[in-house]
């Protein structure tokens, strides 16, 4: 039987198939290309998904990868080992989705210490024969877990100590406005210094949904914008008064 590798993002992916190809195996990576820690997930329907993303970008291309992605993990007669860690939002969230989906069928995790998606390719070469069988609680509650956020379909999942819990719209607001100042800081900077603020102990949200909240802010008057506030390396923005 062949193997087939599951990293939850393109980058974990590219990580591990240089990890795999490292070490001379010649195993498959499939990686996963949506963030489910954010955005509506109360439908199966991968086009709805989609046309909330396509508000912030274009990703015509995504969406195929996607419904591929889902279709090769139904179909697929390979032995699976889906890599993840419980301390990022999205890849805990991208395995309870995909534990909820593969049901009873057998499979093995590794689930890291760290964050696959940050891991060096080195450092995941040396977690390649860690995997373990799932257990039957662990599927119980990643089932459990997975379809009360769904019930709840809140704007964000992020990560607490007791596992991934739904979050409001304006869950990141008040560290966004933490990291302005009276003087002008380019919005870059201000998510950035965010991103790092939220990236101990848990990695909870990328660039793009903290980019999101920064117009919003704006066009609430709680930050005022010199430019373009999408334009998140060219416009800056400071606190009123």
């Not at 993840?84 to 499979?107: C, I, K, T, V, W």
């Not at 919003?216 to 923005?237: F, I, N, S, T, Y």
Request: proline share 5%; hydrophobic share 40%; with cysteine.
């Amino acid at each position: 039987m062949t193997t087939l590798h599951i990293a939850p993002g393109d980058s974990a992916g590219g990580s591990l198939f240089q990890a795999i190809r490292g070490v001379g195996r010649t195993e498959e990576v499939l990686r996963f290309r949506d963030d489910l820690s954010c955005g509506p997930i109360d439908s199966d329907d991968h086009s709805a998904r989609m046309a909330w993303w396509a508000r912030f970008y274009e990703m015509p291309e995504v969406e195929n990868d996607i419904e591929t992605f889902w279709n090769r993990v139904a179909t697929t007669g390979d032995r699976l080992i889906v890599w993840f860690s419980r301390r990022s939002a999205s890849e805990l969230a991208f395995f309870l989705a995909l534990a909820d989906r593969l049901g009873n069928r057998p499979y093995d995790i590794v689930d890291i210490a760290g964050t696959v998606s940050i891991m060096p390719a080195d450092r995941l070469a040396t977690l390649l024969g860690s995997e373990r069988p799932i257990t039957a609680h662990e599927r119980e509650e990643a089932h459990r877990q997975w379809r009360q956020l769904r019930r709840e379909n809140a704007p964000f999942r992020v990560v607490s100590p007791a596992g991934l819990v739904s979050a409001p719209i304006d869950h990141f607001d008040s560290l966004l406005i933490e990291q302005a100042t009276p003087e002008w800081r380019k919005i870059a900077r201000v998510v950035g210094d965010t991103m790092g603020y939220t990236s101990e102990p848990y990695y909870q949200v990328g660039d793009l949904m903290l980019l999101t909240r920064v117009v919003a802010l704006v066009e609430a008057g709680k930050l005022l914008a010199d430019g373009d506030p999408w334009d998140m390396r060219a416009c800056k923005v400071r606190l009123p008064g």
